[in-house]
Nanobody, 123 residues
């Protein structure tokens, strides 16, 4: 299974970005999909996750109301729409796939990871 994240870039505070993650293989619909981020000098942290059907979605408190996660099981993609961006959202963003539907906020539960895409929010 390979995950390819894209969509990062430089944006001013208050702006928006849309991250996409394309997943190879035929079992995408069986994975919980998550987004994590890691800022310089900080640990990787949970951002958002979505369960297999797309109905149940989870967000970190820091992004709830500003970010939205969605998935398209026909296209093997998961999207993170990020609005009202803040400088503190600056980080490398990673998409990840979990085969076993564990704790969606725990990075150790995820089995596959993308390479990361850099998001920089200027003040």
């Amino acid at each position: 299974v390979q995950l390819q994240a894209s969509g990062g870039g430089l944006v001013q505070a208050g702006g928006s970005l849309r991250l996409s993650c394309a997943v190879s293989g035929r079992t995408f619909s069986s994975y919980v999909m998550g987004w994590f981020r890691q800022a310089p000098g900080k640990e990787r942290e949970f951002v958002a996750a979505i369960r297999q059907s797309g109905v149940l979605r989870y967000y970190a408190d820091s992004v709830r109301g500003r970010f939205s996660i969605s998935r398209d099981n026909t296209k093997n993609t998961v999207v993170l729409q990020m609005n009202s961006l803040k400088p503190e959202d600056t980080a490398v963003y990673y998409c990840a796939a979990d085969r076993n539907s564990g704790s969606v906020q725990s990075a150790v539960e995820y089995d596959y990871w993308g390479q990361g895409t850099l998001v920089t929010v200027s003040s």
